[in-house]
């Protein structure tokens, strides 16, 4: 069975243009979760989707993110316009069963974004 | 507030011996999930471990074993006769109420031949 994958693995940019990752959750999970890592610092939850919908986008730290996942399927995450303290590492997982204290996620190997 | 504290930026620990992997959580959930990630220099998170509040009894997973203490809001990770392969950073995570996952800034471990 594959598991998460993301893309591109790696992305260097300049402030002010705009990049999209995308994340491919493991087939049947409606579960798909961003999360990010500035250097340093802990990994930090983005957002949620359940199937196409957001649950949960509290942690989408301005207007200049956007997630999106049409189709319940994959799902893309646009920076526009990027700035230097997007950096990091994004990391997306899924997982098939919400709403229970036992809801492994399992993790993409993550894109790290680099803005100059 | 949901947070998880890893005190220990580096460890390092001789091939073959035991190292214990610091986690403290701070949750007003009753009920909670703990976890572990592995993430080597390929990058991947790699899941090695779960404990939930109310599991009374200690996780184990071969050579990973969880030490949780409720009540001083422990969840310390141990590894026994550590290998090689072991250096990676290690994230503890909670999962509580809500379906986002709470990390920790991680602990770098190195296993030393």
């Known amino acids: 069975e594959a598991g998460v994958t993301q893309f591109p693995s790696h992305s260097v940019i300049e402030k002010g243009q705009t990049v999209t990752l995308r994340c491919d959750p493991i087939?049947?999970?409606?579960?798909l979760y961003w999360y990010r890592r500035v250097m340093g610092k802990e990994i930090k939850f983005l957002l949620h989707?359940?199937?196409?919908?957001?649950?949960?986008e509290s942690g989408m730290p301005n207007n200049r993110f956007l997630a999106e996942r049409t189709g319940g399927t994959y799902s893309t995450l646009k920076v526009q316009p990027a700035e230097l303290e997007d950096s990091g590492v994004y990391f997306c997982a899924s997982s098939q069963v919400a709403g229970s204290s036992y809801n492994e996620q399992f993790f993409g190997p993550g894109t790290r974004l680099t803005v100059l | 507030a949901q947070k998880i504290t890893q005190t220990q930026p580096g460890m390092f620990v001789q091939e073959k011996e035991a190292v214990t992997l610091d986690c403290t959580y701070d949750?007003?959930?009753?009920?909670?999930?703990l976890f572990w990630y592995k993430q080597p220099s390929s990058g991947e998170m790699i899941f090695l471990i779960y404990?939930?509040?109310?599991?009374?009894q200690n996780a184990t997973e071969g050579r990973y074993s969880l030490n949780f203490q409720k009540a001083r809001k422990s969840a310390n990770l141990v590894i026994s006769a550590s290998q090689l392969g072991d250096s990676a950073m290690y994230f503890c995570?909670?999962?509580?109420?809500?379906?986002?996952?709470?990390f920790g800034t991680g602990t770098s471990l190195t296993v030393i031949p």
């Open positions: 995570a909670m999962r509580g109420g809500g379906n986002q996952f709470y």
């Open positions: 949750t007003s959930d009753q009920s909670y999930g």
């Open positions: 087939s049947g999970h409606d579960n």
């Open positions: 404990q939930g509040s109310y599991d009374e």
């Open positions: 989707f359940v199937k196409e919908s957001k649950q949960d």
